[in-house]
């Protein structure tokens, strides 16, 4: 009994996956038949092998019955700790590839610390007489583009008419300048509280003035500045190579003059409440 043991012992050391052939056990009280030693499971487990133990009884007639011995948990702690090694290893790496970025930098920084002024500044007309005429058309190339954005965003916003510049579009100058300033005025203010209300506060009447003032001052900048650059592009002959035309600089100029309007209607309201508070 004591060399069968032995023999069981030894196979469980090493072969992972292994078939024995076990008389009936004495220490299995719910059931005797089936009983395995408890230190071959031990060593199974320890070993992390699956293990197929055939009880056979005594009976020669009794069928074999197959018993799977499964190892123990060590699968969850290999993943972490094969977890935390990668871990270490990417930290490693990310410290390396910064260390080596650095020592470039630095490198460079030293090599130009190392060149004379008269030796850089020689160099450094040396590379544009070199380069000349790649700078020439590179410079005209960005300024030509810049122009094109410039007037791209010109164009969207005369063609928007949710601006103050647009505010009563459907009346021309001559009408709105017959009509009664202080009715101008109430009109502007209902609309100025329902454009820039205050939705955490409806009652405030304060901060929907000061957003249109911020934006009549910035549809003002933007209108002068689209003005500008289409009279200086006019009088250069340019106007041409730019998407715009003359129609698009009469409407701009026309949009100016309207803001200029509701801004002086929003003044004059203005003066208008301020004496009636004394």
């Given at each position: 009994m004591?060399?069968?043991?032995?023999?069981?012992?030894?196979?469980?050391?090493?072969?992972?996956?292994?078939?024995?052939?076990?008389?009936?056990?004495?220490?299995?009280?719910?059931n005797p038949e089936l009983a395995i030693p408890h230190?071959?499971?031990?060593?199974?487990s320890e070993k992390n092998v699956t293990v197929n133990v055939y009880v056979k009884s005594k009976n020669t007639n009794a069928p074999e019955t197959k018993?799977?011995?499964?190892?123990?948990?060590?699968?969850?702690?290999?993943?972490?700790?094969t977890t935390v090694n990668e871990n270490k290893s990417t930290a490693t790496n990310v410290n390396k590839n910064e260390?080596?970025?650095k020592i470039y930098f630095k490198n460079i920084f030293e090599q130009v610390m190392q060149i004379?002024?008269?030796?850089?500044?020689?160099?450094?007309?040396?590379?544009?007489?070199?380069?000349?005429?790649?700078?020439?058309?590179?410079?005209?190339?960005?300024?030509?583009?810049?122009l094109c954005v410039l007037t791209i965003a010109g164009n969207i916003y005369l063609n928007?008419?949710?601006?103050?510049?647009s505010w009563k579009q459907q009346l021309s100058d001559e009408e709105l300048q017959q009509r009664s300033q202080s009715e101008l005025g109430k009109d502007l203010m209902h609309d100025i509280q329902k454009r820039h209300v205050n939705t955490l506060n409806p009652t405030d009447h304060i901060s929907p003035l000061i957003q249109f003032v911020n934006a009549v001052d910035k549809e003002m900048a933007i209108i002068n500045r689209y003005i500008l650059m289409l009279n200086t592009l006019k009088r250069c002959k340019l106007l041409r190579i730019i998407p715009?035309?003359?129609?698009?600089?009469?409407?701009?100029?026309?949009r100016k003059r309207r803001l200029v309007f509701v801004k002086h209607i929003f003044l004059s309201w203005a003066a208008t409440y301020n004496q009636g508070q004394f």
């Open positions: 004591k060399n069968r043991r032995a023999y069981l012992f030894f196979l469980l050391i090493c072969l992972p996956h292994s078939t024995f052939p076990v008389e009936k056990g004495k220490d299995d009280k719910n230190h071959q499971t031990q060593v199974a018993i799977l011995c499964q190892p123990t948990n060590t699968q969850n702690s290999n993943t972490s700790l260390n080596k970025i004379s002024p008269s030796a850089l500044s020689e160099s450094t007309c040396a590379c544009l007489k070199r380069n000349k005429t790649r700078l020439i058309l590179s410079s005209l190339g960005i300024s030509y583009v810049g928007q008419n949710a601006y103050w510049a715009t035309n003359e129609r698009k600089l009469e409407q701009a100029r026309a």
